[in-house]
């Protein structure tokens, strides 16, 4: 019972962060609110914030580093993912005016933290001690998180210009955003650290597969749709480089490889893990 708790308490904080910036967004609220109720209000999420990924850091590690060795199953993969898209969320906060984006980040964050109870599965890296893996790891759970930033700033911007078209009508929501260009240089600035980790990480992968897995490497889905997710980055970002992409069709680039590095992580973990039953 008192496992469950803790996620359960860190799942509702997130949710609850969630429903109050719903509630709060100008177009919902019924009634004006006074400067210092809505300084309060944004002291109140500054704190309840960092308290939950404490939390979450605290159940991620007893979840991924267990008695038996260093666990990484996917429930804790999507955890971690989760835990680093938030983090990057709100170190972002304190720079540049994307509340609507905690409108996706927090419920996501809020089901994923509690997957690990569900999903408890034992998969146990024997290599997890090693320098160049944990180097590894790092470089690209960090990339990944990045990148996820980037696919729901592509969502906002896709939303954002949607509305823009149509006199200027957002949901309520997502009023909370910086100017369409803005947002748009940011996404761009984001996708391109990401990008750069996740060259790292494949070509370390490519490179070092003996010293990091212990055995040498071999194609696989995992890689194939890994590299798909590159290419698809790589020609979106020289095309913003050299010919100004910018809009729907960055936008649609931009998912496009986001799906496909969902394929290459997550959907190659679910179906061995899942389906297969193979750890």
Known sequence: MLEILFYSITAMLYMALAIFAWLKAPRLR???????????????????????????AFLLARDM????????????????????????YWVESHWVRVGALQNLVLPIAAICVTLPYFMNAQHVLSYAGMSWFKAHLVISMVGYGLLTVAAFHALLLWVLERGLRHKGRLPALLNDLPPLMALERLTFRILFVG??????????????????????????????????????FSLLLLGRHFWGWRGQSAVRWLLSGFGFLVLAYVGSKFVLEVILRRY
């Open 30 to 56: 019924t009634f004006p609110e006074s400067p210092a109720a809505v300084e309060t209000q944004a002291v109140w999420r500054r704190l309840l914030l960092p308290v939950a990924l404490i939390l979450h």
């Open 65 to 88: 580093l267990g008695e038996t060795g260093f666990n990484l199953n996917l429930g804790t993969a999507l955890s971690l993912i989760a835990w680093l898209t938030v983090v990057i």
């Open 195 to 232: 990008f750069v980790l996740l060259t790292l990480t494949l070509l370390s992968g490519l490179f070092f597969s003996e010293a990091l897995f212990g055995k040498p490497f071999k194609f696989s889905h995992h890689m194939v749709f890994g590299f798909i997710a590159w290419l698809i």
